[in-house]
């Protein structure tokens, strides 16, 4: 008979803490070549929800997304966050969906609920900026992605973004 030994939950969100820590240090950092590499390993982190059912609920939301199918997305990505409140994903993704359905004010909270539990969600704040802008609220969008630029400085597509909306602010022509 043999002995299971498993890292306690909260010992393995302690170490996926340090380890999403230690990725956000490096993007800092990072020089432009590097961004992209480290946002994906990042999000990769994002993903890992604990639970092989959880994941597969994520799994088949993203599916859903990239057919085309954003309401069967919803379905998946609320049942994500039925069974994983604490789980930012389900709402990032179901976020997402909501989006692509023309639903700005659910979006919204959904993205609002991603940042609750992982303030420093690159892709939330990023929804987040397109709203604004598809709204009319340029200023608060600028806003938002000068945030994004804080926590990562090289991102050219950030730089791009800020660059063009400061553009548009001060009245000069694209």
């Known amino acids: 008979m043999g002995v299971w030994i498993s890292t306690p939950l909260s010992a393995q969100t302690s170490t996926d803490s340090e380890r999403l820590d230690l990725l956000f240090e490096q993007l800092l950092e990072a020089e432009p070549g590097q961004v992209a590499r480290i946002e994906e390993q990042i999000i990769t982190e994002w993903g890992k929800s604990g639970s092989a059912a959880m994941d597969l609920l994520l799994r088949r939301g993203e ?15 609320t049942a994500l966050v039925d069974h994983a409140p604490n789980f930012a994903e389900g709402y990032n993704g179901r976020a997402s969906a909501y989006y692509q359905l023309g639903l700005y004010g659910p979006a919204i909270d959904d993205l609002r609920q991603t940042l609750v539990l992982e303030p420093r969600h690159i892709g939330a ?43 548009q602010l001060s009245g000069e022509a694209l």
């Open 63 to 77: 599916d859903a997304l990239e057919d085309g199918a954003p309401d069967v997305a919803v379905q998946h990505f």
């Open 125 to 167: 704040m990023s929804g987040v900026a397109f709203i604004l802008e598809e709204i009319g609220r340029p200023d608060d969008a600028l806003e938002v992605w000068q945030a994004i630029a804080q926590i990562t400085p090289a991102d050219g597509e950030v730089a791009g973004m800020i660059e063009r909306l400061q553009v």
